[in-house]
């Protein structure tokens, strides 16, 4: 008999709800029942609509049965797992209703199953509340009938998770401050949104009764917004209190792990933009203060430095012939090698450039920055440098094979500023 009626009632569930995949109705031990839906993944709105319908058929049939919406995994965990056949077993009407808390409470297998299906029915019964508060439809008294039911189970949960039944505590809903007065979530008065609750039905119920109909007013409204107010608090509660030192250890380790990996990203970034390890060291070279104001070259007969002609202190590396550059030196097919010091008065970026014809090679600081060691027509060739302040090695080798003959040496902080090297910033002249 029982059974028939339940089937009747999961076709009707069915036909409000379309998109339920499964339907299994719990009785609790007060003879109410508890329809768990499962459902395929629906926007949230159309959720709350199907649920609205469906409370009002039930209330309208007289059915104290309260939909809670559960998605796959849920549902497996409910129906399949260890953890949930003991949450089934605790709605038997000799278990107590949610009994649950307190066989998980002691068993560290499920923490996060029980904490995730406690927090679903206080999710759930808020959803349910804030719907109804909305409903214009349904007359208050029945709303705040189903709300006082909810209430009332939540109240079971957190007494269960003190070890206690609501009922064999003494006192009974009245030790609430007892147990729960020094949580941040819970006020003293929190237990009196229960009476509250009642006052509110008995009042609208009167007046339905009366006039035949009745709206909810201002205080009621209240009552409501207090009521989902409280729920919220006690899913907090619930999730905080369910969860275990390990999870918790686990999710600051997890925590610092992410920190500390995002910082060394920030570090490595930093470094990788910065590159402190590419900067050129600056070189100890005391006398070039004294001797700063030309580099020596060495002139040579052949593109290949086959034969030294002449060497000499030249004040920048910088000549434009078609003839000669110094006396001596064929006026083709000779090359020439500058070897000194440069001086960077800042430490930085550098662009250190040549514009030759034809082949040019610079080496800075022991590191080669130019190879352009080919016949070629006058080009510009740069090589970017990050130097500290200071004197630093140079360099620069040059070959002309025919015609025109270039050299210059230039430098700058940009690319399209580089002017020629100054005489003051080159070592050494005697
Ligand atoms: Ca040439």
Request: aromatic letters at 12%; one cysteine or more.
């Amino acid at each position: 008999m029982e059974n028939e009626k339940d089937e009747n009632v999961e076709e009707e569930i069915k036909q409000i709800l379309p998109f339920t995949k499964d339907i299994k109705i719990l009785k609790t031990p007060k003879g109410e029942g508890v329809a768990v839906i499962k459902y395929s993944s629906l926007p949230a709105s159309q959720i709350a609509e199907g649920r609205t319908k469906l409370i009002r058929l039930m209330i309208e049939k007289g059915k104290k049965l309260i939909p809670v919406f559960m998605n796959d995994s849920e549902w497996k965990l409910l129906f399949e797992s260890p953890a949930g056949e003991r949450w089934l077993e605790s709605l038997e009407p000799e278990r107590g209703m949610l009994n649950l808390i307190k066989i998980f409470k002691g068993s560290k297998n499920y923490p996060k199953s029980l904490r995730k299906l406690a927090v679903r029915v206080i999710e759930n019964y808020s959803g349910i509340i804030e719907s109804l508060s909305s409903d214009s439809y349904l007359p208050p008294h029945m709303i705040f009938e189903v709300t006082h039911r909810m209430i009332d189970e939540v109240f079971e949960i957190l007494f269960a998770m003190k070890g206690v039944g609501l009922s064999e505590s003494e006192g009974g809903i009245l030790s609430f401050s007892k147990y729960f007065a020094d949580s941040k979530y819970f006020r003293a008065d929190d237990a009196f949104i229960l009476y509250e609750m009642e006052s509110s039905f008995k009042k609208c119920k009167n007046l339905f009764i009366i006039a035949g109909k009745s709206d909810i007013g201002r205080d009621e409204k209240y009552l409501l917004d207090k009521v989902v107010d409280f729920l919220s608090r006690c899913r907090k509660y619930v999730n905080e209190e369910l969860t275990t030192e390990q999870e918790r250890k686990r999710e600051k380790n997890l925590f610092i792990g992410i920190t500390s990996g995002v910082f060394l990203i920030i570090i490595l970034l930093i470094l990788w933009f910065w590159k402190p390890w590419d900067y050129l060291k600056p070189v100890n070279v005391p006398f070039a203060e004294q001797k700063r104001g030309g580099i020596s070259g060495v002139y040579y007969a052949g593109k290949n430095f086959e034969k030294v002609i002449t060497q000499k202190v030249d004040r920048k590396i910088r000549f434009r012939t078609y003839g000669s550059p110094v006396s001596g030196v064929p006026q083709d097919f000779f090359s020439v090698r500058w070897k000194g010091y440069i001086f960077f008065p800042d430490s930085g970026v550098y662009y250190v450039c040549t514009q030759s014809d034809d082949g040019v090679r610079v080496e800075l600081g022991g590191r080669k920055i130019i190879e352009e060691w080919r016949e070629k027509p006058l080009t510009e060739d740069c090589g970017k440098v990050r130097v500290k302040k200071g004197w630093h090695s140079i360099t620069v080798e040059y070959f002309e094979a025919g015609g025109e003959a270039t050299i210059d040496l230039l430098r700058g902080k940009k690319k399209s500023q580089v002017e020629s090297v100054p005489a003051y910033d080159l070592c050494c002249s005697k």
